[in-house]
């Protein structure tokens, strides 16, 4: 029986793994909230208490991108403290992003994370993994923040202009793809920097237009 937490919990990504673990009878849940980032004796409690730590905490959007990046790799800070400060040697795997080498304060503030945790990890014998991936979409996605499948869904649903910022390759993967994956990391122990495969290429314009296509079958006839 493998004791899991899951920063983030109640976020998107965060709410499908928890569903998904507590399902599993190999698994126990340990709760999480938000507030333990800003709690010390919860969070050195949370830590002490999990044998795998899901880490999915952090921020996407934000106005300036280096409130992103201090928010970010300060979370990833607090979460060692913790640890240090009790001796605890948790699993960590690290939710980090396919723009860790793009030149923004987001790709950054992943790649920062995930080397502070390999740091970690080689001082105190203990291991993280951690998982680079691709642009996720799927059920309870926030528009205008998780995914540019469900921002579009809301604006066509709400009677909004759909406007294309360039129309690139998206590579994505279903939520649900994700969390198999996020499984069997966990059980199988893999460590070190992990490359989650998208399950789909697709242009903007297409999502587009793919969308707009079900929004005529399936809500206007």
Same mark, same amino acid.
């Given at each position: 029986?493998?004791?899991?937490?899951?920063? =983030?919990?109640?976020?998107?990504? =965060?709410?499908?793994?928890?569903?998904?673990?507590?399902?599993?009878? &190999?698994?126990?849940?340990?709760?999480?909230?938000?507030?333990?980032? /800003?709690?010390?004796?919860?969070?050195?409690?949370?830590?002490?208490? *999990?044998?795998?730590? %899901?880490?999915?905490?952090?921020?996407?959007?934000?106005?300036?991108?280096?409130?992103?990046?201090? %928010? &970010?790799?300060?979370?990833?800070?607090?979460?060692?403290?913790? *640890?240090?400060?009790?001796?605890?040697?948790?699993?960590?795997?690290?939710?980090?992003?396919?723009?860790?080498?793009?030149?923004?304060?987001? =790709?950054?503030?992943?790649?920062?994370?995930?080397?502070?945790?390999?740091?970690?990890?080689?001082?105190?014998?203990?291991?993280?993994?951690?998982?680079?991936?691709?642009?996720?979409?799927?059920?309870?996605?926030?528009? &205008?923040?998780?995914?540019? %499948?469900?921002?579009? *869904?809301?604006?066509?649903?709400?009677?909004?202009?759909?406007?294309?910022?360039?129309?690139?390759?998206?590579?994505?993967?279903?939520?649900?793809?994700?969390?198999?994956?996020?499984? /069997?990391?966990?059980?199988?122990?893999?460590?070190?920097?992990?490359?989650?495969?998208?399950?789909?290429?697709?242009?903007?314009?297409?999502?587009?237009?793919?969308?707009? =296509?079900?929004?005529?079958?399936?809500?206007?006839?």
């Amino acid at each position: 029986m493998k004791k899991v937490g899951i920063t =983030g919990q109640n976020g998107f990504i =965060g709410n499908h793994l928890f569903n998904y673990l507590g399902l599993k009878e &190999n698994i126990e849940l340990i709760h999480f909230e938000k507030s333990y980032f /800003q709690e010390e004796e919860q969070l050195q409690t949370f830590v002490k208490e *999990c044998d795998v730590i %899901v880490h999915l905490a952090a921020m996407n959007r934000h106005p300036d991108p280096q409130h992103i990046y201090d %928010v &970010n790799v300060g979370l990833v800070k607090k979460l060692i403290t913790a *640890c240090e400060n009790t001796q605890s040697t948790p699993h960590i795997l690290f939710s980090s992003s396919s723009q860790e080498e793009r030149d923004n304060l987001y =790709g950054k503030s992943k790649m920062e994370g995930r080397t502070l945790l390999e740091q970690w990890a080689k001082q105190a014998r203990a291991k993280t993994t951690g998982l680079v991936i691709p642009n996720v979409f799927g059920p309870f996605g926030k528009p &205008n923040y998780n995914s540019v %499948v469900a921002t579009f *869904c809301h604006k066509m649903t709400h009677g909004e202009p759909i406007e294309i910022h360039g129309d690139g390759l998206l590579k994505l993967i279903y939520v649900n793809e994700l969390i198999e994956a996020f499984y /069997q990391k966990i059980e199988n122990e893999e460590t070190g920097r992990q490359i989650i495969s998208h399950s789909k290429e697709i242009k903007v314009s297409e999502i587009a237009k793919l969308l707009e =296509g079900f929004k005529n079958e399936y809500l206007e006839k």
